[in-house]
């Protein structure tokens, strides 16, 4: 059973910067896209940013120039570089893995709170 474990999230003064770590396990990780999603309160769950194995990240226009998605896959790790925050980046992370395939198996974590505020 494959399970995903973030961490991170923290309170951030806006203009400031956080690093998520999603850790993986239970999953074959090279086969997997990994990406990040947030909601916000009273929003629906959006995709942040997301990254094949060897293949070039994508972002949501909103994050696009601030934030940065990385994976190591020795290590099963993925990684989500916050920079320039903004208010509006407030959420609940959740990392996030699909087999790269159609209707590829999902794998969610449980989430890692990111409050900009000041």
């Known amino acids: 059973q494959g399970q995903l474990v973030e961490s991170g999230g923290d309170l951030v003064q806006p203009g400031g910067s956080l690093r998520l770590s999603c850790s993986a396990s239970?999953?074959?990780?090279?086969?997997?896209?990994m990406g990040w999603y947030r909601q916000a309160p009273g929003k629906q769950r959006e995709l942040v940013a997301e990254?094949?194995?060897?293949?070039?990240?994508n972002y949501a226009d909103s994050v696009k120039g601030r934030f940065t998605i990385s994976r190591d896959n020795a290590k099963k790790m993925v990684y989500l570089q916050m920079d320039k925050l903004e208010p509006e980046d407030s959420a609940v992370y959740y990392c996030?893995?699909?087999?790269?395939?159609?209707?590829?198996?999902?794998?969610w974590g449980k989430g890692t709170r990111v409050t900009v505020s000041s």
């Open positions: 990254m094949f194995a060897g293949g070039d990240p």
């Open positions: 239970g999953i074959i990780f090279t086969l997997n896209a």
């Open positions: 996030h893995a699909r087999v790269a395939m159609p209707n590829g198996k999902e794998t």
